[in-house]
């Protein structure tokens, strides 16, 4: 089983900055993708950031790094707007001891933006 661990949510006035921080353990022979999604009150869950794109609306406000040797992701967001106000989901496409790709999710963080 895998587990992701999330932290970095909370309340920032609009402009300001937080870092989102997501730790996979587990039985993991390897990470082939990690990355975040959201998802707003009334609205269907949409990528935020994967390894490889960015979701329209993020427009250079927001980075994603990763540390390999620490299963670990980043997600630095800048200039936060009030309609980024959302719970952040991370994942994980893992691939387990036995050879087959998972997607696993963690239990998400609550960012809220005020105005």
């Known amino acids: 089983q895998v587990q992701l661990v999330e932290s970095g949510g909370g309340l920032v006035q609009a402009g300001g900055s937080l870092r989102l921080s997501c730790a996979a353990s587990?039985?993991?022979?390897?990470?082939?993708?990690m990355g975040w999604y959201r998802q707003a009150p009334g609205k269907q869950r949409e990528l935020v950031a994967s390894?490889?794109k960015y979701g329209d609306f993020v427009k250079g406000r927001f980075t994603i790094s990763r540390d390999n040797a620490k299963n670990t992701t980043y997600l630095q967001m800048s200039n936060l707007k009030p309609e980024d106000t959302a719970v952040y989901y991370c994942?994980?496409?893992?691939?387990?001891?036995?050879?087959?790709?998972?997607?696993?999710w963690g239990q998400g963080t609550q960012v809220t933006v005020s105005s």
């Open positions: 390894s490889t």
């Open positions: 587990g039985t993991i022979r390897s990470i082939n993708d």
């Open positions: 994942y994980a496409q893992v691939t387990n001891l036995y050879g087959l790709e998972v997607t696993y």
